[in-house]
């Protein structure tokens, strides 16, 4: 009986803790109800000289009928990545960090200039061009997506990232 208390409020702390995703499932009952998320595109800046942070780019496709929510992600070698995003406050540009991001189900986020970025700090050797460094994303459901980091010169992303109304694809 006891016991039975115990375990059934160590429980409530638990899911309270992740009650964001616990009502995103509520209603499903599949068992292994994972979130199909793909990650393309993903690539980080080398440190400029002099500069103590870089910043990272990548695109999270959803392609599941549930939210997806990164909470934290790490890059290989690096001591801290924090999950920024720019915006526009009264005609200034400003960046701020924010605690997650969301992707709705079946639908993509692009870490992109201008929008939600990694910026990435702290390097325990340099980051130096053409390296891959492994990137683990963390999302709210206990979720973990591993993938490699194409580190890119300040140039290749400039060139890449010119601002486009159209899809610069094929
Ligand atoms: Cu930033």
Request: charged residues 15%.
């Amino acid at each position: 009986m006891m016991t039975k208390l115990c375990f059934s409020m160590a429980s409530a702390l638990v899911f309270s803790f992740f009650s964001s995703s616990l009502a995103a499932h509520a209603g499903h009952e599949h068992d292994a109800d994972v979130a199909e998320l793909e990650v393309t595109n993903v690539q980080v800046r080398e440190f400029l000289p002099a500069s103590s942070s870089s910043v990272g780019y990548l695109t999270i496709i959803n392609h599941s009928g549930t939210p997806a929510t990164l909470t934290k992600a790490t890059l290989e070698g690096l001591e801290r990545v924090e999950i920024h995003e720019h915006s526009h406050v009264n005609g200034m540009m400003k960046m701020q960090q924010v605690e997650s991001v969301t992707i709705k189900a079946h639908e993509s986020v692009s870490f992109q200039p201008g929008g939600y970025h990694l910026m990435v700090f702290d390097p325990q050797e340099p980051l130096k061009v053409g390296q891959e460094r492994k990137l683990t994303l963390y999302f709210n459901d206990g979720n973990r997506l591993f993938t490699n980091a194409q580190v890119v010169s300040l140039e290749a992303q400039a060139a890449q990232s010119k601002p486009s109304k159209h899809h610069a694809h094929h």
